[in-house]
């Protein structure tokens, strides 16, 4: 089955710098590829999402890279802010699979004033 | 529209007792997944129902199981607890069966003693 491996497991950054979380798949007929952002005690959240036919997507401070070849997606946060804070995780599925998401281990981000 | 609701928000069941959590989904939404989360093993896709037909099942043992009625709202139940079982139950909400947007639940926090 799918396996999804997240990096760095935390990550600690100044306000107003960017901060990089890498996840990697293993199954190459994964085309649908998710990221959560966790608050402290509150339900995952979509913040941004990326199919295998677009290599990136962009909504304001957040993007998204996918690399299909190596099979490969990046989360982007510019400027980070306080409230940024948080454990950030990604997925994966496949059209045959539907909507049964592999999850990454997660990234607790922490941005520091 | 209300968001995904799931009772109870928290529960207390002993070892060897059995417990069902309740998951009521989006307005219109036809598709629910169940995600164990747990501080060690992460975010753990259980299952998946979509017009009351399971399409996709986890890693788990068949004491997990799940039902969805006519209405979408799904059941999961849990039965011969064991210690392990302790956990944060999410489900998830989706209109439809392919790779939607999964919105979340805030989740029902099981601790087995």
């Known amino acids: 089955g799918e396996n999804v491996e997240q990096h760095p497991s935390t990550l600690s950054v100044q306000e107003g710098d960017s901060a990089v979380i890498k996840c990697t798949y293993s199954?190459?007929?994964?085309?649908?590829f998710p990221w959560y952002k966790q608050e402290l005690g509150k339900r995952p959240q979509l913040i941004i999402d990326?199919?295998?036919?677009?290599g990136e997507k962009k909504d304001q401070r957040i993007a998204v890279t996918l690399n299909k070849t190596a099979k490969h997606f990046s989360l982007h946060i510019t400027e980070t802010q306080p409230e940024d804070s948080a454990v950030y995780f990604c997925?994966?599925?496949?059209?045959?699979?539907?909507?049964?998401?592999?999850f990454g281990t997660g990234t607790q981000l922490k941005v520091e004033l | 529209k209300a968001g995904v609701t799931q009772t109870p928000r928290y529960l207390i069941k002993t070892r060897g007792q059995q417990v069902t959590l309740s998951c009521s989904p989006i307005?219109?939404?036809?598709?629910v997944s169940w995600y164990q989360q747990t501080p060690g093993q992460g975010l753990q896709f259980l299952f998946e129902y979509f017009s009351e037909t399971q399409r996709n099942k986890g890693n788990f043992p068949g004491r997990f199981s799940g039902r969805q009625f006519s209405n979408s709202r799904s059941e999961m139940n849990v039965s011969t607890l064991e210690l392990g079982d302790s956990a944060l139950y999410l489900c998830a909400s989706m209109w439809g069966p392919g790779q939607e947007t999964q919105y979340f639940g805030p989740g029902t926090r099981l601790l087995v003693l």
């Open positions: 307005s219109g939404h036809r598709s």
């Open positions: 997925a994966a599925s496949s059209t045959g699979g539907g909507n049964k998401l592999t």
């Open positions: 199954d190459s007929a994964s085309n649908y």
């Open positions: 990326i199919r295998s036919n677009v």
